[in-house]
């Protein structure tokens, strides 16, 4: 379902991702807090997902009652990546994920915060876009293209 912007939300979605180093691979965004391993796995798999994006459409989580076997499982097949805008919830899968990509989302912070992995630490949100060389805008053809799954 899309909200008054137009974004996908509360649904998993495919699309081509707009940002940062991951720009133009195929990503399954989790848009939802409430859905199962099982039919992100199907999803990933039948829609030929590179990227796993957890924390779309403002829900800034993984889903609930997706186990650390499960998110290990997926960490195996898929780059995993995670916003969200708790510190706690960015230290305890930064802990217990080192592979994830971390995004902190903090509005009322002047930058973001990225965690690439343990090596590279802590960096800014500009890092994120260095690859692109700009902040997509929200009329971007990438975000056009997504379709609810």
Not at 42 to 55: D, M, R
Not at 66 to 71: L, N, V
Not at 78 to 107: R, S
């Amino acid at each position: 379902m899309r909200n008054s912007k137009g974004f996908l939300v509360d649904c998993l979605f495919v699309g081509i991702e707009a940002e940062g180093p991951y720009r133009g691979s195929k990503t399954l965004f989790v848009a939802t807090n409430h859905t199962s391993f099982k039919r992100i796995w199907e999803a990933a798999q039948s829609h030929c997902a590179k990227n796993i994006y957890f924390g779309a459409g403002g829900t800034f989580s993984f889903p609930e009652g997706i186990t650390r076997g499960e998110i290990l499982r997926l960490c195996q097949h898929y780059v995993l990546m995670l916003e969200t805008n708790n510190p706690a919830t960015m230290n305890w899968f930064h802990w217990w994920f080192p592979e994830i990509k971390i995004i902190l989302n903090l509005p009322a912070t002047p930058d973001f915060i990225k965690v690439d992995n343990p090596e590279e630490g802590y960096s800014t949100m500009s890092d994120l876009f260095s690859a692109t060389h700009c902040r997509t805008p929200y009329n971007d053809p990438f975000y056009e293209e997504d379709i609810e799954v």
